[in-house]
């Protein structure tokens, strides 16, 4: 790509992610690498329904998220950007007919990128670092069908070496799970309440996974930095485990937003779920009902990323890898690289 001319106004991108559960798209316009204005929109689309046991996409899934991108597809052309990016995480990874999808988001104008883990990972956490410029910081990405967790940190803007003048991402290690709150409903829970014995399988099954992150990290980083002090982490689950937490109703994004979450308290959810059917959880204030069959599940990824490194709380983002993904369109737009070492297909 030849080096564009960097226009005078702030650059306008739209990015679209398309994830297991959540169907997520901004609007933003961005100047030096900061987002100055955004609006965004999200959609429950359970792209990720039943991909754990058939290995394909349903119908109906790809209905519900053609159909909301269609609509995501006249708000883009009205707001009218510079570049736009869609990509596709954990369910589109894993479904055998995922072309199927792609060809219907094409035929609506789109050019979609199914992105790997590690990718999905360096973009969260370039979207989650500005927040914590020079803090070595992990940051855990718990969705529908799998949790990316990235140790590191972000130098500050005016590091001089930087390749797009938004800091150098140092990341130490990156890994993405298959753990995320729709596979593990589908895996272990045949309804809600869980029957006897589900819970703890499901634990047995996580535990082990995110224990061997924590310990691969700790291992190596042996008489040296060790676990990072801080956990960051973005996604639905926790803003919804915050919001509940906290009786949200309305949602209050300014609340949840670099707000901490405790071990125990999502403990406490875990256990108040475990008593309650889907429609009873899906009466509860601060979360949106469509969540209510895998808010469960996703509960007990965060508790074990947290017990497993031995974290009593950790920090929930707002910010995420819609965020990385907007910076990074903006990114290739002007200067045809980007921060997090991946191009994205620009229309």
Not at 185 to 209: H, L, N
Not at 211 to 225: C, F, H, I, P, V
Not at 256 to 268: I, M, P, Q
Not at 317 to 324: A, M
């Amino acid at each position: 790509m030849g080096e564009a001319q960097v226009p005078a106004r702030p650059v306008k991108v739209a990015a679209v992610d398309l994830g297991t559960v959540t169907s997520r798209l901004i609007l933003a316009e961005i100047e030096g690498g900061r987002i100055v204005r955004f609006s965004k929109r999200s959609a429950i689309t359970d792209l990720g329904e039943g991909v754990d046991a058939t290995g394909e996409l349903s119908q109906a899934a790809i209905e519900r998220v053609a159909g909301v991108c269609s609509g995501y597809a006249r708000e883009i052309a009205a707001f009218a950007p510079d570049a736009c990016a869609l990509t596709l995480t954990s369910a589109a990874r894993d479904a055998a007919n995922g072309n199927v999808l792609l060809e219907r988001l094409r035929g609506l104008g789109f050019d979609p990128q199914i992105i790997p883990g590690e990718t999905e990972a360096r973009l969260t956490f370039f979207g989650v670092a500005a927040d914590f410029a020079g803090e070595r910081i992990g940051v855990v990405d718990s969705g529908g069908g799998s949790t990316e967790i990235a140790v590191g940190r972000i130098t500050a803007d005016s590091d001089a070496s930087s390749v797009c003048g938004a800091g150098r991402l140092e990341l130490e290690q990156v890994q993405s799970l298959n753990i995320g709150c729709r596979r593990v409903t589908d895996k272990f829970f045949s309804a809600q309440p869980p029957a006897a014995g589900e819970v703890d399988a499901a634990r047995v099954w996580m535990d082990p996974q995110f224990a061997a992150y924590w310990q691969e990290l700790a291992g190596r980083d042996e008489g040296g930095a060790g676990l990072p002090d801080r956990v960051v982490a973005v996604g639905g689950t926790v803003t919804t485990l915050v919001a509940i937490v906290h009786e949200l109703d309305p949602y209050d994004s300014a609340f949840v937003h670099l707000h901490e979450l405790t071990l125990d308290e999502v403990r406490a959810c875990i256990d108040r779920f475990a008593r309650m059917t889907t429609d009873e959880i899906a009466a509860l204030p601060g979360i949106q009902p469509k969540r209510a069959r895998v808010i469960m599940a996703g509960a007990l990824a965060i508790e074990s990323v947290l017990a497993t490194g031995g974290y009593r709380s950790l920090t929930v983002s707002e910010n995420g890898l819609l965020i990385g993904l907007a910076r990074t369109v903006a990114e290739a737009y002007e200067k045809g690289a980007t921060t997090v070492g991946w191009l994205p297909k620009l229309s």
